[in-house]
């Protein structure tokens, strides 16, 4: 790829079930499945976004834990795989931490369960990340998905996940795991 | 696909870090995202293998909890995805199992972290796939992964999913979301 690669996990804005604006929590197993995922795949980090400080506390402890605590010693790999992994307040602040190690704001690419009129395909997204210009910023979704307000002020939109059933409720877990194959296996 | 898919998440016999035969305990994640990933490529059953009975009866009480239970009505689509998850003792059971449902013996396919002699690659196993013959079942480990003795038997062993970089730690999860997307996108 000739553009950097990063990701960030959204716990605000999101929708709920109603469709109402709220903030979910981080949780232990995305810090780590998404974490491993992402540094497999050569994303230069991972950012936990949310507003909410004690949030914040809880992942830089579960991240020391790995990094410096006892699991440094008991399983090396997650020192690794949980080194590119960093918290941010808000999408200003990934933006910040992106120019400061890229040189240069990201465009961000949204991920999402619905298609769009102006959703972007897989081989169409590789073959824009292999011509120059600015990092790439995938933004995943928790809850019930992205607030439509980050959606509108996307620069892509990445298709839709489909098997080859009417099912889409995949983890973004997998689903992350799906986009980082497709998008930047070898 | 020509042939009917099925998968299990194996608990015993399974290596620990140290190469040691022990059983791991099963999680409600390892139920609900692989669960989810399977139910979205068309997978018709996963198998949580476990010889520990009380471990059965967990699993039992979670999807009967989203089948049945308060979680049928809060989120129909978990109902969905956790109908084709179901527990066995071992792999005897599963290929029981299996024997009923499609009318003949599995073969098996082996995911590993490792790459073996006759490890098999995606766009073979897809072909095979499409050729008439016995269902598939793709065996995935936990702790450190499956037991030599498993793999020993399989009828084929898929290759490693390897990324961009020399890290290959993918959580099962994110492991089985990615195999099942490799050999059963449209």
Redesign the interface.
């Given at each position: 790829?000739l553009r950097n690669v990063y990701a960030a996990l959204v716990h605000f804005p999101i929708v709920d079930?109603h469709g109402h604006l709220v903030s979910t929590s981080v949780t232990n197993?995305d810090i780590?499945?998404i974490s491993?995922?992402a540094?497999?795949?050569?994303i230069n980090a991972f950012f936990l976004v949310t507003p909410i400080e004690a949030q914040h506390w809880l992942v830089n402890r579960i991240i020391g834990h790995w990094q410096v605590g006892w699991g440094s010693t008991y399983?090396p790999?997650?020192m690794?795989?949980l080194g590119i992994c960093r918290t941010a307040g808000d999408l200003g602040e990934v933006q910040s931490a992106i120019e400061e190690l890229d040189g240069q704001s990201p465009a961000w690419v949204i991920t999402s369960a619905k298609r769009y009129s102006n959703s972007i395909g897989y081989e169409n997204m590789r073959a824009l990340m292999n011509t120059p210009g600015p990092p790439i910023c995938l933004l995943f979704g928790t809850g019930w998905g992205l607030h439509p307000e980050l959606i509108l002020e996307a620069d892509h939109i990445l298709e839709p996940?489909?098997?080859?059933?009417d099912?889409?409720?995949?983890?973004v877990?997998?689903?992350?795991?799906?986009i980082?194959?497709?998008l930047?296996?070898?």
């Open positions: 790829m079930k197993l780590h499945d491993r995922s540094r497999t795949y050569g399983n790999n997650r690794d795989a996940i489909n098997g080859p059933t099912f889409n409720h995949l983890s877990r997998a689903a992350a795991a799906i980082f194959d497709r930047l296996a070898s």
